[in-house]
Nanobody
Framework: QLQASGGGLVQAGGSLRLSCEASGFTLDGYVIGWFRQAPGKEREGVSCISDGRTYYDDSAKGRFTISSDDARNTVYLQMNNLKPEDTATYYC?????????????????????WGRGTQVTVSS
């Protein structure tokens, strides 16, 4: 299971840190990703991490940082300089990693385990 938390309401330019705690499995060998879905839009990959390798969508580069804490079995997404267009429900998800680069797995359609979403709202 995955438990996401850390969403909230923040003004443009502000920061939030999302947490995704895994239970029932360890992070080793898995790709853990953050995805988001805004009303009327498809769910999209924001950032993914696996064994220290990371991938960021263009919208997240330079503003978001994904990291993992194996001891806590938790993946974090530090989001800085938030923009109104970042407003969405954010989900974390996991899938067992194969032999492709991390970016290959950062697709919502490939994920096998999903956590409940956490709402991020950025006001202008």
């Amino acid at each position: 299971q995955l438990q996401a938390s850390g969403g909230g309401l923040v003004q443009a330019g502000g920061s939030l840190r999302l947490s995704c705690e895994a239970s029932g499995f360890t992070l080793d060998g898995y790709v853990i990703g953050w995805f988001r879905q805004a009303p009327g839009k498809e769910r999209e990959g924001v950032s993914c991490i696996s064994d220290g390798r990371t991938y960021y969508d263009d919208s997240a580069k330079g503003r978001f940082t994904i990291s993992s804490d194996d001891a806590r079995n938790t993946v974090y997404l530090q989001m800085n300089n938030l923009k109104p267009e970042d407003t969405a429900t954010y989900y974390c998800a996991a899938m067992f990693r194969g032999f492709h680069p991390v970016n290959y797995y950062c697709s919502a359609s490939l994920q096998t385990v999903w956590g409940r979403g956490t709402q991020v709202t950025v006001s202008s």
